[in-house]
């Protein structure tokens, strides 16, 4: 009995799964999902899928005959209730019990709910999966007035879209900028500027304090300055918490996400887990990470996989995100909460520029504005850990493909 | 639907049908051809869906947009005059027939 279980259809899942087979696992493979779909794309619900460009089955990575064909047994609409570990198996809700010689945790994450009364009120809004996105579409069409809570990526890109859409957007943000815990201050500011130019007002260092229906319908978003802001629709995006009370239950270690070492492995020999349910070690890095992002999806999933398969390679993959608003691409490469030094390479003002961060001399992350080019250049120059100097980034006469 | 042929570069064909108005991406990606990666998800943001299209057909394609251009420096197969992004090309019905050609890798 070689049967694996994956527990998560999302990205990270589906690539556990695919990678299984790929690198030769021959046994049951069984990837269960507790949505109601097929694995599909996470990234484009808050950005063309919302604009309503996207049929849903545009956005399922696979058809389910692809699926088959592998003979990965995929099921959807399935709750794991337990990780029986004694016995090798889980439960699932429906009360069978599948045995399993290697278990995958890919459990992903949720959106952090916004902590305030009122907030169950059917006009707040979250947005993390198909089903959510859905919801928002319908709410987002009929609203006039939309108050996003969070300068976040998720905030940010709905109130783009929303924006686009003709609505009436304003954007809360409990800091001094938005996108604060991913960028540099001339990245918040050039985020800032675009949004205000396309008529969204932005609220720094604003908190909501409480939320009151509306006699004609709608909310009041009372903040701690006394403002009250009537929204038909209230977008919340205040951050993710990891999806791991299966795992804790179980006994695994668990902090701020599944505990995995550098190989994917949780605190059970026969359990992987990844994706952005997992708290991770990465070599490039001297302490544990939890990212919600593809690529950790997707490069953490294979780690998992070649864990399960006895092949351990290790987690050394560099971070890389993207987030699209309006038409302004915004990239980043590696992880840059560590620098000292930023150095801009093209003008922001020109809409198309890139931030490269240093920590003691070295090149940590860049930041990228309608500069694809210099991302992918960033992301070869990160991970092969090239010398770059702040004068060479800066000099946009420099041809940095020449460092590689 | 429109016919599209992918050969890998170990030259087998595969032929897929694509709805009108998605990308060849999109389609590649849906019927499993192996030598796509899109790793974005159609973004035009990592050049992992790198094709090569004969010149015959390069009229019938939609323009390169200055993204694409840019980013087709920083292929995993350095560019050729034939390159493009399979996420930046949408299905159309003067499409049918066409065969692009994969690169040896996108990573």
């Known amino acids: 009995m070689n049967a694996i279980v994956v527990v998560g259809a999302g990205q990270a899942g589906l690539q556990i799964a695919e990678c299984l087979r790929r690198g030769g696992h021959s046994g049951p493979l069984t990837l269960l999902g507790e949505e109601r779909w097929p694995p599909y794309q996470r990234p484009p619900l808050s950005k063309k899928y919302l604009g309503g460009a996207v049929a849903d089955e545009r956005l399922f990575f696979r058809p389910l005959d692809y699926l088959a064909k592998q003979e990965i047994e995929f099921r959807a609409s399935t709750q794991v209730v337990a990780i029986d570990r004694a016995n090798t198996r889980v439960l699932l809700a429906n009360g069978e019990q599948l045995a399993y010689a290697g278990l995958a945790l890919a459990t992903g994450a949720r959106p952090r709910m916004l902590p305030v009364p009122g907030a169950e009120h059917p006009a707040v809004c979250y947005l993390r999966g198909l089903e959510d996105a859905q919801g928002l579409l319908v709410k987002l069409a009929a609203a006039a007035r939309v108050v996003v809570i969070g300068g976040g990526f998720i905030g940010l890109e709905v109130a783009a879209t929303a924006c686009a859409a003709g609505k009436t957007v304003t954007v809360i943000e409990a800091s001094e900028r938005l996108l604060a815990r991913a960028v540099a201050p001339i990245v918040s500011q050039y985020f800032a500027d675009l949004h205000r130019t396309q008529g969204v007002a932005l609220q720094f260092g604003a908190q909501v304090t409480r939320l009151v229906p509306l006699a004609g319908g709608g909310l009041s978003v009372e903040l701690n300055d006394g403002t009250a802001l009537p929204a038909d629709l209230v977008l919340v995006g205040v951050g993710g918490l990891p999806n791991q009370e299966l795992a804790a239950q179980a006994g695994l270690t668990c902090a701020n996400g599944i505990v995995v070492d550098e190989f994917a492995r949780t605190s059970d020999p026969l359990i992987v887990a990844a994706g952005d349910c997992t708290s991770h070690i990465n070599r490039r890095y001297p302490t544990p990470l939890r990212l919600e992002s593809v690529q950790n999806a997707v490069d953490q999933a294979k780690i998992a996989a070649f864990s399960l398969l006895g092949l351990a390679q290790p987690y050394q993959d560099l971070p890389w995100f993207w987030s699209d608003q309006y038409d302004v691409k915004l990239q980043i490469a590696g992880l840059s909460q560590s620098h000292d030094t930023a150095v801009v390479r093209g003008a922001a003002v020109s809409g198309a520029f890139s931030v490269f961060y240093f920590a003691a001399g070295a090149l940590v992350a860049v930041d990228s504005v309608n500069r694809p080019a210099d991302h992918m250049l960033a992301r070869k120059l990160l991970s092969a850990q090239r010398a770059v100097t702040p004068e060479q980034a800066a000099d946009v006469n420099f041809d940095l493909k020449l460092l590689l | ?107």
Do not use: Y
């Open chain 2, 1 to 107: 639907m429109p016919k599209i042929n992918f050969v890998s570069a170990a030259g087998v064909t595969q032929t897929i049908e694509i709805p009108t108005g998605w990308t060849l991406m999109e389609g590649a990606i849906q019927n499993g051809v192996d030598g796509i990666t899109a790793e974005c998800g159609g973004g035009c943001a990592c050049a992992t869906c790198h094709v090569l299209v004969p010149a015959a057909w390069a009229e019938k394609l939609p323009p390169m947009a200055p993204a694409e251009n840019d980013l087709l420096e920083c292929t995993a197969v350095p560019r050729s005059p034939q390159s493009r992004l399979s996420c930046q090309i949408a299905v159309t019905g003067a499409l049918e027939g066409l065969t692009v050609h994969l690169p040896e890798r996108q990573t």
